[in-house]
């Protein structure tokens, strides 16, 4: 069956490092791999998408990586912020299919 | 980006009453609207897709009599939790896709609605 895995479920890293989190996926060929953003109580927040073809991708200290190799995508947070803690929610979707979540990392960064 | 609302944000009722939480694309139109289930430190767990003027396709496990959804209307769909029972309290969030461009890959999220029935 198909599984996307988050490999932490908490990362806790400090202000000014940069985080790095893990999705990783089988039996499955996206076409679309994206990133969400979730605060407690809240609604995901959509922080970017990747396609298929594409290696990498950037936003401002954002950065994704995605290997359809590995079956792997990889985000990055550049020199993170307290303001940056969070759950980070990890999605796949093959062409007009609905987005399929991971269970999140909850990411802390300690000042 | 677009911007989706939900209504109510929460939501308390009694054990065997109906609760209606409406979700509406406010600056894009929806052809395409999702409904999802999130239970404490869980996962979103898709529970529907409904096409607008059509009846909305259900997955496996959840039952449409008890969660019926309207999508009426390009910019609004109604979830309607019938007969709610304290295992439906959950947080209940729904995404719009519209037909092309952003709208299209990018799938917007409302803020949720927290349901508790007592």
């Known amino acids: 069956s198909q599984k996307i895995e988050q490999n932490s479920e908490a990362l806790n890293i400090q202000e000014g490092k940069t985080a790095t989190l893990t999705c990783n996926y089988t039996?499955?060929?996206?076409?679309?791999l994206q990133w969400y953003r979730q605060d407690p109580g809240r609604g995901p927040v959509f922080l970017l998408l990747?396609?298929?073809?594409?290696k990498e991708k950037r936003k401002e200290r954002l950065k994704v990586t995605f290997d359809t190799t590995l079956k792997q995508s990889l985000f990055h947070i550049t020199a993170s912020q307290p303001a940056d803690s969070a759950t980070y929610l990890c999605?796949?979707?093959?062409?007009?299919?609905?987005?399929?979540f991971g269970k999140g990392t909850r990411l802390s960064v300690i000042a | 980006g677009a911007v989706v609302s939900q209504h109510p944000s929460r939501v308390i009722c009694k054990s065997g009453t109906s609760v209606k939480i409406e979700c509406r694309s406010l600056?894009?139109?929806?052809?395409?609207m999702f409904w999802y289930r999130q239970f404490p430190k869980q996962s979103l767990m898709l529970m529907a897709t409904?096409?607008?003027?059509?009846?909305?396709?259900?997955e496996q496990g959840v039952e449409k009599d008890k969660f019926l959804i309207n999508h009426a209307s390009l910019t609004l769909s109604t979830l309607t939790v019938t007969s709610a029972h304290p295992e439906d309290s959950s947080f209940y969030i729904c995404s719009a896709r519209g037909l092309a461009g952003v709208t299209y890959n990018e799938q917007f999220f409302g803020p949720g609605t927290r349901l508790t029935v007592l």
């Open positions: 990747i396609r298929e073809n594409e």
């Open positions: 409904s096409n607008e003027g059509s009846k909305a396709t259900y």
């Open positions: 039996n499955y060929s996206p076409a679309y």
């Open positions: 600056d894009f139109q929806a052809t395409t």
């Open positions: 999605a796949l979707r093959s062409g007009n299919t609905p987005l399929v």
